[in-house]
């Protein structure tokens, strides 16, 4: 028996291949930025957490519609054994690696990162499929695109007829940590993996229609944490909104389009990449 496995990033959260043996596959970290000084306080406050549906907890049972959730807060969690996760981005996910010059630092892929991020998800096999694909940026100057707020991630065959969720310590050593055993419903099993502020947290999120739309040339206020994961002093670009999407013209090599309209926030907390 197998499943497939759907994995939803909603949130900062930055995309980190690591191929293997000079492949174009291996394995795709995210990272969840640790969001430290002015980034991580009030309002500002990001939380890292595992969402997925209460019915998922009972083999055989209905989707309840109600979510469950527990803390992924210096935590890594790895979903797919192996090494074989598809490593592109599309053109939704900007490669931060064209504005710094330099890779993310390894620290940061490591078993010791206490102190560095808030959490790390390492998926071993599948790929991007969809993603949320917000609203227009400027990028660089005169270059306008639309930037991802959640990414969604399929792991195809997972064999067996459910997943024991377990999580270890980002500091290395001590106890994982069971997140929760769950059961696929018609060969699928959902989670979502949360880095954001708790008003676009389940199980109440602010919808996207209600949030508040932010003035021409401004910053997505969080975005500059992406730049504290590269080791040190680097280049940095924060993108300007320029409009709703349909202000942006296409873009090469997007991905397909998942249109949610209930949590996450399209405004301050995006996805990024940083390519090999």
């Known amino acids: 028996m197998a499943f497939t496995l759907r994995i939803t990033f909603s949130g900062l959260c930055l995309f980190v291949p690591e191929a293997v043996g000079g492949r174009t596959t291996g394995r795709m970290h995210v990272l969840l930025p640790g969001m430290f000084g002015h980034?991580?306080?009030?309002?500002?406050?990001?939380?890292?957490?595992?969402?997925?549906?209460?019915?998922?907890?009972?083999?055989?049972?209905?989707?309840?519609?109600?979510?469950?959730l527990a803390t992924l807060s210096g935590l890594a969690l790895e979903l797919g054994s192996g090494d074989t996760a598809e490593l592109g981005l599309c053109g939704h996910i900007p490669d931060l690696k064209e504005i710094t010059g330099r890779p993310v630092d390894r620290d940061h892929l490591g078993a010791d990162t206490r102190g560095k991020l808030a959490a790390r998800v390492t998926l071993g096999a599948g790929r991007i499929t969809r993603v949320a694909p917000g609203v227009c940026w400027e990028w660089r100057p005169g270059e306008f695109r639309p930037i991802a707020h959640k990414v969604e991630w399929e792991i195809p065959r997972v064999k067996g007829d459910r997943l024991a969720v377990t999580a270890t310590p980002l500091g290395g050593g001590g106890a994982p940590r069971p997140l929760g055993t769950l059961f696929p419903t018609n060969g699928r099993l959902s989670l979502e993996v949360h880095h954001d502020t708790s008003e676009n947290l389940p199980p109440d999120p602010v919808p996207v229609a209600q949030q508040a739309v932010p003035a021409l040339g401004e910053h997505p206020?969080?975005?500059?944490?992406?730049?504290?994961?590269?080791?040190?002093?680097?280049?940095?670009?924060?993108?300007?909104?320029?409009?709703?999407?349909?202000?942006c013209p296409g873009i090469a090599n997007p991905c397909e389009t998942l249109e949610e309209e209930m949590g996450g926030t399209p405004y301050t907390c995006l996805a990024a990449g940083v390519s090999e």
């Open 39 to 68: 980034h991580h306080a009030g309002a500002d406050r990001h939380i890292a957490a595992l969402s997925y549906d209460a019915g998922s907890l009972v083999q055989g049972g209905p989707m309840l519609g109600v979510p469950s």
């Open 221 to 247: 206020r969080h975005f500059s944490a992406f730049y504290e994961v590269f080791g040190g002093p680097v280049p940095t670009l924060l993108p300007r909104y320029r409009g709703p999407r349909t202000d």
